[in-house]
């Protein structure tokens, strides 16, 4: 059985691994008539490509994206695009070490135990360059949405690195773009620039959780009971390799407000209804409720230190292990275009699931 796909009509099969040739995505229900540039799937592939800044790996990847299939001149057939990314700065010498040892936090030791074996260059399919080829399916995804939803607009910035959160009441969305943590707090991430380089210089990492709102999203997306907004974005997020727990609105804090404090109270405004507050993320009973569609969702620290750590081989010897190459201190860095990926393709393909059943048509209130 494969589970390489996902997606209902929207439906995005990556393939390819980390120290192969090339990785890449089979994008299928793609409308047609839609404007596909590789400029434009640059852009977002850019913007997760490694070596950026003394942060993240500095695996040397232009991650340019190839388009083989699925448009003519410049736009959407309708059938089946393909997007290749070849890989041309692998290291495979680097991991030569750990051919019989298996990486304490990594799935090699799952990956032998269910296959019998495993790709021990950087992971294989495990490897967090899969992810390169989600980013570049979004980018088709967001070229559709810009056609079918103008208003809706995509956003991921990192609130907490480690221990260290941002303070919401400095929260400036002109700052995502202007430092190396995708962070809206300019004085946070001053500090986490401190932080994180010590942690570096010290072979260690740490984990972060990542932030994604989507706004401008239309009311009525998603349906009970399998088929929810909310269920396919949790699943969506939880599927990035080294993602641990996912929220939406609230999250787990909500177990800790009363129903009095959680309730969004509504209000008709001259447009419909408003509400007075977005604890439910923008989702309620599994559909979008036309509020910002709000995703959090938690990076594991980088396995891969210098720092030498206790493990087994494949013969059942204990060994310490130090795993060399180039990895990043905080993975969560490049999850941000990644979480951003993986919800411009769930809500594209909850948007075609709710024009196939409903035309679009929508209860009246007023």
């Given at each position: 059985?494969?589970?390489?796909?996902?997606?209902?009509?929207?439906?995005?099969?990556?393939?390819?691994?980390?120290?192969?040739?090339?990785?890449?995505?089979?994008?299928?229900?793609?409308?047609?008539?839609?404007?596909?540039?590789s400029d434009?799937?640059?852009?977002?592939?850019?913007?997760?490509?490694?070596?950026?800044?003394?942060?993240?790996?500095?695996?040397?990847?232009?991650?340019?994206?190839?388009?083989?299939?699925?448009?003519?001149?410049?736009?959407?057939?309708g059938?089946?695009?393909?997007?290749?990314?070849?890989?041309?700065?692998?290291?495979?010498?680097?991991?030569?070490?750990?051919?019989?040892?298996?990486?304490?936090?990594?799935?090699?030791?799952?990956?032998?135990?269910?296959?019998g074996?495993?790709?021990?260059?950087?992971?294989?399919?495990?490897?967090?360059?899969?992810?390169a080829?989600?980013?570049?399916?979004?980018?088709?995804?967001?070229?559709?949405?810009?056609?079918l939803?103008?208003?809706?607009?995509?956003?991921?910035?990192m609130?907490?690195?480690?221990?260290?959160?941002?303070?919401?009441?400095?929260?400036?969305?002109?700052?995502?773009?202007?430092?190396?943590?995708w962070?809206?707090?300019?004085?946070?991430?001053?500090?986490?620039?401190?932080?994180?380089?010590?942690?570096?210089?010290?072979?260690?990492?740490?984990?972060?959780?990542?932030?994604?709102?989507a706004?401008?999203?239309?009311?009525?997306?998603?349906?009970?009971?399998?088929?929810?907004?909310?269920?396919?974005?949790?699943?969506?997020?939880?599927?990035?390799?080294?993602?641990?727990?996912?929220?939406?609105?609230?999250?787990?804090?909500?177990a800790?407000?009363?129903?009095?404090?959680?309730?969004d109270?509504?209000?008709?405004?001259?447009?419909?209804?408003?509400?007075?507050?977005?604890?439910?993320?923008?989702?309620?009973?599994?559909?979008?409720?036309?509020?910002?569609?709000?995703?959090?969702?938690?990076?594991?620290?980088?396995?891969?230190?210098?720092?030498?750590?206790?493990?087994?081989?494949?013969?059942?010897?204990?060994?310490?292990?130090?795993?060399?190459?180039?990895?990043?201190?905080?993975?969560?860095?490049?999850?941000?275009?990644?979480?951003?990926?993986?919800?411009?393709?769930?809500?594209?393909?909850?948007?075609?699931?709710?024009?196939?059943?409903?035309?679009g048509?929508?209860?009246?209130?007023?």
């Amino acid at each position: 059985m494969s589970f390489n796909t996902f997606g209902h009509l929207f439906r995005v099969t990556t393939w390819g691994e980390s120290h192969g040739p090339a990785l890449g995505a089979t994008v299928d229900g793609c409308p047609p008539g839609v404007t596909i540039d590789s400029d434009a799937l640059q852009h977002w592939l850019d913007r997760r490509k490694p070596g950026q800044n003394k942060f993240t790996t500095q695996r040397q990847e232009p991650d340019a994206v190839k388009i083989l299939s699925g448009t003519f001149e410049g736009v959407s057939t309708g059938t089946p695009i393909q997007l290749m990314i070849e890989n041309t700065d692998q290291r495979s010498k680097d991991y030569g070490e750990i051919a019989r040892a298996f990486r304490p936090g990594h799935a090699d030791i799952t990956y032998h135990q269910k296959y019998g074996l495993r790709d021990y260059r950087g992971g294989g399919r495990s490897s967090a360059r899969e992810t390169a080829a989600r980013v570049a399916a979004g980018g088709v995804a967001r070229a559709v949405l810009a056609q079918l939803v103008p208003g809706l607009k995509i956003t991921g910035y990192m609130v907490q690195i480690g221990p260290h959160k941002i303070d919401r009441a400095r929260f400036d969305a002109t700052q995502i773009d202007q430092n190396p943590f995708w962070c809206p707090d300019a004085s946070a991430a001053a500090d986490w620039a401190v932080y994180l380089d010590d942690l570096r210089k010290a072979h260690n990492s740490v984990g972060a959780v990542i932030e994604v709102t989507a706004s401008g999203v239309p009311a009525g997306l998603g349906a009970p009971i399998y088929a929810k907004l909310d269920s396919d974005l949790a699943a969506a997020m939880m599927s990035i390799n080294a993602v641990k727990a996912v929220e939406i609105g609230e999250g787990m804090e909500a177990a800790t407000l009363t129903g009095v404090e959680n309730a969004d109270e509504i209000r008709m405004g001259p447009n419909g209804p408003e509400f007075l507050s977005n604890h439910a993320g923008g989702i309620l009973g599994g559909i979008s409720t036309g509020q910002d569609v709000v995703v959090r969702f938690a990076v594991k620290p980088t396995s891969s230190i210098l720092t030498p750590r206790q493990t087994i081989t494949t013969a059942g010897e204990e060994v310490d292990l130090i795993t060399k190459g180039r990895h990043d201190p905080c993975v969560g860095i490049r999850a941000v275009p990644v979480g951003e990926a993986m919800m411009a393709c769930v809500i594209l393909d909850h948007l075609l699931l709710d024009r196939g059943q409903t035309g679009g048509l929508r209860g009246q209130i007023g």
